[in-house]
């Protein structure tokens, strides 16, 4: 009588396989998790930017001077005066080669023409001193003016008191798209926000 042989393994084809498998689909796990570890990042970082313009927006809107840091000399103390130096703007610098942010208020020096910040006028923040927030190294900044000539350098931009608008003087259909991309992967992450001639500021966008 013919005896009937019953498997108990697997061949070492089924092997091979299963293991391709295993590798294979681990692969997609660990790219799909990199990939998304990134996006967060590009994210997070385009929100926390956003929101160093938006700051320093509503300060100059709410017209805020750190009244101890615009004293003419010999008025000294931290109470407002008549003769302080008049708040001109709350100014947003972005570094894109360095990576770094900064946000500070710009008072005047007396008799120069207010909402014109210059080079003689004095920086301040409200506590402390002015410190360049670092930026993820990992990412690339761009900043590019939209709507039309005349061009100008924005990646400073100072925010006008009390009136608001933007200076250097964007015009109304003027922007300025502030981008932060991951071009480690592929495609690339991408995020950006715009600021308007007007000093508004839009949302972090997927262009």
Same mark, same amino acid.
């Given at each position: 009588?013919?005896?009937?042989?019953?498997?108990?393994?697997?061949?070492?084809?089924?092997?091979?396989?299963?293991?391709? =498998?295993?590798?294979?689909?681990?692969?997609? *796990?660990?790219?799909?998790?990199?990939?998304?570890?990134?996006?967060?990042?590009?994210? %997070?970082?385009?929100? !926390?930017?956003?929101?160093?313009?938006?700051?320093?927006?509503?300060?100059?809107?709410?017209?805020? !001077?750190?009244?101890?840091?615009? !004293?003419?000399?010999?008025?000294?103390?931290?109470?407002? =005066?008549?003769?302080?130096?008049? =708040?001109?703007?709350?100014?947003?610098?972005?570094?894109?080669?360095? !990576?770094?942010?900064?946000?500070?208020?710009?008072? *005047?020096?007396?008799?120069?023409?207010?909402? %014109?910040?210059?080079?003689?006028? #004095?920086?301040?923040?409200?506590?402390?001193?002015?410190?360049?927030?670092?930026?993820?190294?990992?990412?690339?900044?761009?900043?590019? =003016? *939209?709507? *039309?000539?005349?061009? #100008?350098?924005?990646?400073?931009?100072?925010?006008?008191?009390?009136?608001?608008?933007?200076?250097? %003087?964007?015009?109304?259909?003027?922007?300025?798209?502030?981008?932060?991309?991951?071009?480690?992967?592929?495609?690339?992450?991408?995020?950006?926000?715009?600021?308007?001639?007007?000093?508004?500021?839009?949302?972090?966008? %997927?262009?």
């Amino acid at each position: 009588m013919r005896q009937l042989h019953t498997r108990t393994g697997f061949t070492l084809i089924e092997v091979l396989v299963s293991v391709v =498998l295993v590798v294979m689909f681990s692969s997609f *796990g660990i790219i799909s998790f990199q990939r998304t570890s990134k996006t967060r990042v590009v994210e %997070n970082t385009a929100a !926390k930017l956003r929101q160093t313009y938006v700051t320093a927006r509503a300060n100059a809107l709410a017209g805020k !001077k750190n009244c101890g840091a615009c !004293k003419v000399p010999p008025a000294t103390g931290n109470n407002c =005066l008549a003769s302080d130096l008049p =708040l001109q703007a709350w100014q947003v610098s972005l570094d894109t080669a360095a !990576k770094t942010s900064t946000l500070n208020g710009v008072c *005047g020096q007396t008799g120069q023409p207010d909402n %014109n910040p210059g080079p003689a006028s #004095t920086r301040f923040v409200m506590d402390g001193a002015i410190i360049a927030d670092t930026l993820p190294t990992t990412l690339t900044y761009t900043l590019t =003016l *939209g709507g *039309g000539p005349p061009a #100008t350098n924005v990646s400073t931009l100072y925010f006008r008191p009390l009136s608001g608008g933007v200076f250097p %003087n964007l015009r109304a259909a003027q922007t300025v798209t502030i981008q932060i991309s991951d071009t480690t992967i592929s495609p690339v992450v991408r995020r950006s926000f715009i600021v308007k001639g007007d000093g508004s500021i839009g949302p972090v966008t %997927n262009p």
